[in-house]
């Protein structure tokens, strides 16, 4: 199968620059998998397309700010940092630019001192270990000094951290939001509460391989990053109580689909308290074990998300309904428009 049946024309005005002032005013498209007939809707109407006894599973991944401003202490040269993820302690695994100023041993500085990193190992494409030093607590220095790493499509600098958080966010560890939850404000939540529909909470911490490009010809050679993921004995018992009363599965992203699948695939279809490291990757052909719908943003042209979409509604499907989102000029990506695929 080769990317480029998962090519798209999109204009590059279509991708959102900044969040809208109200989270559930977005637009809302919403998609029969099994007819491709869809709908336009606003998305604080997606009650109208739920049932009680459905359940909603929700990403409650925090994003760290992470992306530090610094200087080489011995030049003064000014390096930026990504933190990538927590080795052990207070080493990082991090993405450094520029990465040819950066070598083990090299000392970076924070906010005049307030936080100090030396250099323990190099990696590939700019990868840097980093030992940070710092007075009280990591995180809230972090609060004070990070930013948020908005992706690369992103131009216009965020003025409200939060529009770039869930409201449910809550464990911290992302390097990217799961942007379809981005959506739900906590009135809309309250209300889908009341209407009987179940809420459930997974926690997978995203990667910035989520931005990669696919640089393959063929799909199955793309190898997919991992990612941390962990789901409770309370969110397990909960999806197989609800499948076994019949009721509907419906993820909140790619993130939440991903780590599901990850699960009932290794447990015959059912959901267990597990964490660990996930690079599954889906795509056409793919059988699904653990969702009935789907939430999701719309995604970049010969990506891996919309090839996970394509898996689940099928390619043409998807295409078709792309096109139909170009014409009546949805937003897409991080800051974008959402699609209900049921």
């Known amino acids: 199968m080769k990317v480029e049946l998962f090519d798209f024309h999109l204009p ?16 809302l498209m919403v998609l029969d998998k099994q007819s491709g007939r869809v709908e336009h809707t606003v998305f604080k109407n997606i009650k109208e397309y739920l049932n009680p006894g459905d359940c909603l599973v929700l990403n409650d991944t925090r994003v760290l700010p992470a992306r530090l401003f610094g200087l080489k202490e ?17 080493e990082w695994e991090t993405l450094v630019k520029p990465a040819k ?91 889908i509460k009341d209407m009987g529909v179940h809420l459930a909470f997974i926690t997978l911490h995203v990667g910035l391989g989520t931005f990669r490009p696919v640089n393959v010809e063929s799909v199955d050679e793309h190898e997919m990053h991992s990612e941390f993921y962990q789901v409770t004995e309370g969110t397990a018992l909960l999806l197989n109580s609800i499948r076994g009363q019949g009721g509907r599965i419906i993820t909140v992203g790619t993130t939440s689909t991903r780590t599901l699948e990850t699960i009932a695939s290794a447990n015959d279809g059912l959901f267990a308290a597990e964490s660990g490291w996930t690079d599954i990757f889906i795509y056409p052909g793919y059988e ?15 990506s891996t998300l919309i090839m ?35």
């Open 74 to 90: 011995d030049t003064g040269a000014k390096i930026e940092v990504l933190l990538l993820k927590q080795l052990e302690g207070d």
């Open 308 to 342: 996970l979409v394509s898996a689940l509604a099928g390619r043409e499907i998807v295409l078709n309904a792309y096109n139909e989102a170009v014409a009546q000029k949805y937003r897409f990506f991080s800051f974008g428009d959402a699609m209900l695929i049921l």
């Open 101 to 191: 100023r950066v070598k083990t041993g090299t000392k970076i500085t924070f906010g005049g001192g307030l936080l100090t990193a030396v250099c323990t190992g190099e990696a590939d494409h700019g990868g840097r270990n980093l030992t940070f030093s710092y007075e009280g607590i990591f995180y809230e220095v972090l609060d004070q000094l990070g930013e948020m790493p908005l992706p690369p499509y992103i131009k216009e600098q965020l003025e409200d951290k939060d529009r770039y958080q869930t409201v449910f966010a809550r464990e911290r560890g992302s390097a990217a939001a799961p942007t379809a939850g981005l959506h739900f404000t906590e009135e809309l939540l309250g209300e």
């Open 12 to 27: 590059e005005e279509l991708i959102a620059q900044t969040p809208l002032e109200n989270r559930s005013e977005s637009r």
């Open 288 to 302: 699904f074990k653990a969702i009935d719908g789907m939430i999701t943003n719309f995604h970049l042209p010969k």
